[in-house]
């Protein structure tokens, strides 16, 4: 028996000019950047079902081409998601490099979406030498909701369901059990359907660089107190136990360089602030389990990557998300639109060759507070001085 698909509402379409709000500068353009007054709506949020009508609408109208499909279509031997949802992916561009870009992993970050669904317009109709060369450069994988049950939950994991029944697996306690799908890429098995689609499809494409979009809670930037809008960083932090060891260190300090080139130039924008991303306010992560440090470490998960492929993977993490009740929807179309500056920017970075001049010490430029260790999810707190 195949997976109940639960009833869930709908909600109205954003119309295209809240997709494309405009870019404000100074400091009028921070109020409610994000908000601090715990009142999120989530009635503007995209549903899975608006997500798909975008998709298809993009497919349809665009000016460039833009290729709509499910990992069912690609040929994945798993497909589609714990609730028997559909995993959509949209690829534009015909560059001979392939780029993987992902956004709501976590079901309660929902601007990964919109993000993605905006660049992706973007590179379907926009003609200029920019987009052109980024269409020329790459073949682009976006995965505008790599969590769709979590996301029609709005609950940051996903539910486990039992194939046979198409029930929720319950723990011992009677509880549903959830698994945060940024931790179920591992060497001894994926937990959720999700997980091991979107894993086999990596390997399918084995791309050469990724984007990962996420939100975070609200935070100040070192050494100002200004309200941080968006944080740069990645699960295997440069100079940590673990990115330094991958490629003779050549991961380390691409992702310094990857990082960089879009600080220097999301700098420009007023109403951007921005910090490296750190957790317990001093802390790196390195955390081996996720789905970016298993790219970047190439894992072969029953010997479906045999050549150990692997690639350098950054995040952007924008501040708020709908469970803190944090996201503050005057400013949504600015939280939307400093991701897709922050894609854009290093996919034009990238094309030009321009990111790789970067000096690798600009990471060690970006707002942060003094590393004190490393929160990795094999020993607990490592130490900065390990």
């Known amino acids: 028996m195949g997976k109940a698909l639960p009833r869930h509402a709908r909600f109205a379409l954003l ?29 503007s949020i995209l549903t899975y079902d608006d997500t798909i009508t975008e998709l298809t609408k993009l497919e349809r109208t665009s000016r460039y ?39 709501r992993i976590h079901g309660n970050e929902p601007y990964g979406t919109e993000s993605i669904l905006t660049l992706l317009k973007d590179l379907g109709t926009n003609g200029s030498a920019e987009y052109q060369a980024i269409r020329d450069a790459f073949t682009i994988h976006f995965i505008p ?14 539910v486990l369901y039992d194939d046979a ?16 799908l940024n931790r179920d890429w591992t060497a001894d098995r994926f937990a959720a359907d999700e997980s091991l689609a979107f894993y086999e499809y990596w390997t399918m494409v084995q791309p050469e660089y990724g984007i990962d979009i996420h939100h975070q809670g609200l935070k100040q930037q070192y050494g100002t107190g200004d309200d941080v809008t968006l944080s740069l960083g990645i699960s295997l932090a440069p100079g940590g136990p673990t990115l330094p060891t991958i490629k003779d260190g050549a991961y380390d300090v691409l992702t310094r360089q990857m990082h960089g080139y879009v600080f220097q ?54 501040s708020g998300n709908t469970s803190d009740g944090s996201l503050g929807q005057k400013a949504r179309g600015k939280s939307i639109q400093q991701n897709v500056l922050a894609m854009k920017s290093l996919l034009s970075g990238l094309a030009t060759g321009e990111v790789q001049q ?26 900065a001085s390990f």
């Open 15 to 43: 119309s295209a000019a809240v997709l494309a709000a405009p870019l404000l500068t100074g400091p009028a353009a921070v109020a409610n950047f994000p908000s601090t007054e715990g009142n999120t709506s989530t009635a």
């Open 65 to 103: 081409p833009v290729d709509v499909f499910t990992l069912e279509e690609a040929g994945t031997t798993v497909n589609k998601s714990e609730q028997g949802r559909d995993l959509y992916v949209a690829t534009v561009g015909s560059g001979p490099e392939e780029i993987w870009i992902q956004g």
């Open 145 to 158: 909701m790599y969590n769709p049950d979590g996301s029609e939950m709005n609950i940051r994991q996903t």
């Open 165 to 180: 029944t198409g029930e929720p697996l319950l723990n011992s306690a009677g509880q549903q059990q959830r698994i945060d």
């Open 265 to 318: 130039e999301l700098s420009q924008y007023g109403y951007i602030t921005m910090d490296r991303y750190q957790v317990g306010n001093s802390l790196e992560i390195d955390i081996k389990g996720g789905v970016v440090s298993a790219m970047m470490l190439g894992l072969n998960y029953q010997g479906m990557n045999p050549t150990g492929h692997s690639n350098p993977v950054v995040f952007f993490e924008t």
């Open 358 to 383: 970067v000096d690798p010490e600009t990471w060690d430029a970006i707002p942060h507070a003094p590393v004190t260790g490393y929160s990795t999810d094999y020993a607990g707190t490592i130490p």
